[in-house]
């Protein structure tokens, strides 16, 4: 059993749904962070967090620490957003990967 | 802006050659990492480094090695490429880990190809 599940693997949206994406995890850590990956390979953090709840623009994202889950939502999905997102787990230099949620959002 | 840059965004080589890829940041981060990314098993961690000089096997360092003679530079070499080594290659730095805080920082991949 991997170390970070994500669900689900795959997700096709229409556009201005609203879309959450789920990472569970096993082990301590410290932080959590949401990752995304466009065609081309290139990845960029979202964001990090540790506790609570954070906040960009239409992206929300949320850590339960004592259940270890997390959460992203998107409001307002739109084709831009179409995206592989990944669930990375942190302790000290200890880094753990979800092998991500492929999104899709059709016009 | 800060930037993490892998010397080729796509690499076809020959089985049995050797081969080097090559990652530099210039945010004067200490921690530099490896990773390869195959379809539905996500990043797994082949080498790390902490310091100039330093470095850590990670969880498939099998058929790899690694160089850091500077610290904005960490250089990955396969040895002898095989088919199996057909991968995406990402390399990463951040600042230590303190508390989890440190944001993570990506070059834009090599899709390493071998025949």
């Known amino acids: 059993k991997n170390e970070v599940e994500q669900s689900p693997q795959n997700l096709t949206a229409q556009e201005g749904e609203f879309i959450t994406i789920n990472c569970s995890y096993s082990v301590g850590i410290s932080a959590l962070h949401w990752l995304q990956q466009h065609p081309g390979g290139g990845i960029v953090s979202l964001f990090m967090l540790s506790s609570g709840k954070k906040k960009h623009g239409r992206l929300i994202a949320t850590i339960n620490i004592q259940e270890k889950h997390s959460s992203l939502h998107i409001t307002a999905s739109h084709p831009r957003d179409s995206a592989v997102y990944i669930c990375a787990v942190c302790n000290n230099n200890d880094m753990r990967f979800g092998a991500g949620t492929r999104l899709t959002v059709k016009p | 802006d800060v930037k993490v840059t892998q010397s080729s965004r796509y690499l076809v080589k020959r089985t049995g050659e050797k081969v080097f890829l090559e990652c530099v940041q210039d945010m004067d981060h200490e921690n530099m990492f490896w990773y390869r990314q195959d379809p539905g098993l996500g990043l797994r961690l082949i080498y790390f480094s902490y310091d100039v000089k330093m470095k850590e096997k990670g969880d498939i360092p099998e058929g790899y090695s690694v160089s850091r003679e500077k610290k904005e530079r960490f250089s990955l070499i396969l040895e002898s490429a095989s088919t199996n080594q057909t991968s995406m290659y990402l390399c990463?730095?951040?600042?230590?880990?303190?508390?989890?805080?440190?944001?993570?920082?990506f070059g834009s991949g090599t899709q390493l190809s071998v025949l």
């Open positions: 990463a730095s951040t600042a230590p880990f303190f508390n989890g805080s440190e944001k993570l920082f």
